[in-house]
């Protein structure tokens, strides 16, 4: 066993630290000792790996200790670091709804856009039919509903009311008569 260790262990098994002190014993050690391991460094400063861990991390963002690329575990040996992968959602992944969802909000703005002060009359003849202009302003409008209905429900949840359909009391709720 190594001398700085043994003296490490036999001190803390004596004295009752408070977090600050560990925190503090924690940095110490991996700074004399950055190629120590977390496991290895807990097992020392009787804390866990996670709380090594974020101390590691922090003292290598202010280049206190050097960023490794392996550590040194408790039996000697050398193991490459595990980087944790970032979450799906942040992988760069694209459904195929989000590139629909994207192309559509860019249309829809060159569109208004294009018509933005503009009379109708200039685009009286297109190419489109009376059917087709009327479907696509009742689709514009149902657009719409649906988008003020959902920052109506965003509001009311951000101001800590419940949504609409909450307020009406259902038949269930109403209260029962206790029968012996």
Not at 11 to 40: F, G, M, W, Y
Not at 48 to 66: G, M, W
Not at 110 to 132: C, G, V, W, Y
Not at 154 to 180: C, F, M, N
């Amino acid at each position: 066993m190594d001398p700085y260790d043994f003296v490490l262990t036999a001190n803390l098994h004596r004295r009752h630290l408070t977090s600050e002190q560990k925190r503090e014993l924690i940095d110490k050690v991996l700074k004399a000792k950055p190629e120590a391991s977390n496991a290895t460094v807990a097992k020392q400063t009787k804390t866990t790996d996670k709380t090594v861990a974020k101390r590691r991390r922090k003292l290598e963002s202010t280049s206190e200790i050097p960023k490794l690329k392996k550590t040194v575990g408790a039996d000697g040996k050398s193991r490459p670091k595990i980087k944790k992968s970032a979450p799906k959602s942040q992988r760069g992944s694209v459904s195929a709804k989000d590139i629909a969802l994207k192309d559509f909000t860019a249309r829809a703005l060159e569109l208004i856009r294009l018509t933005k002060n503009n009379n109708p009359d200039r685009f009286a003849n297109t190419s489109l039919s009376f059917k087709d202009l009327r479907q696509l302003g009742h689709f514009f409008l149902n657009l719409a509903l649906v988008c003020e209905k959902s920052a109506r429900l965003r509001l009311t949840q951000s101001a800590g009311l419940r949504s609409p359909h909450y307020w009406v009391r259902r038949r269930h709720d109403r209260p029962r008569k206790i029968t012996e």
